[in-house]
Nanobody
Framework: VQLVESGGGSVQAGDSLTLSCAGSGRTWGSYAIGWFRQAPGKEREFVGS????????DFADAVKGRFTASRDNAKEIVRLQMNNLKPDDTAVYYC????????????????WGQGTQVTVSS
């Protein structure tokens, strides 16, 4: 499975961004997708995830109510919609694939995208 992210950028607080994670590979539809972020000097942290079916999502408390996720397995793409962005959301965002069931732990993921920078200014 290969993952390619896009959609990062620099925005003002309160703005929205949509990150995309394009996947490839015959078994793409069997993988849950997690989103993680890493700010300078901090550890990589869980942001959210979506099940391999797309009918279940999970989000960290810091983004709950502001971020949503969706996936289209036919097009092999997962999106992270980020609304009401805050300066604390500034980080490099990564999508990652884990066979079958998502978790909050980055070490348990099998494949990673290259990351995309999100910068939110106040």
């Amino acid at each position: 499975v290969q993952l390619v992210e896009s959609g990062g950028g620099s925005v003002q607080a309160g703005d929205s961004l949509t990150l995309s994670c394009a996947g490839s590979g015959r078994t793409w539809g069997s993988y849950a997708i997690g989103w993680f972020r890493q700010a300078p000097g901090k550890e990589r942290e869980f942001v959210g995830s979506i099940s391999w079916t797309g009918d279940s999502t999970d989000f960290a408390d810091a983004v709950k109510g502001r971020f949503t996720a969706s996936r289209d397995n036919a097009k092999e793409i997962v999106r992270l919609q980020m609304n009401n962005l805050k300066p604390d959301d500034t980080a490099v965002y990564y999508c990652a694939a884990k066979y079958y069931k998502a978790t909050h732990f980055p070490d348990e993921y099998d494949y990673w995208g290259q990351g995309t920078q999100v910068t939110v200014s106040s």
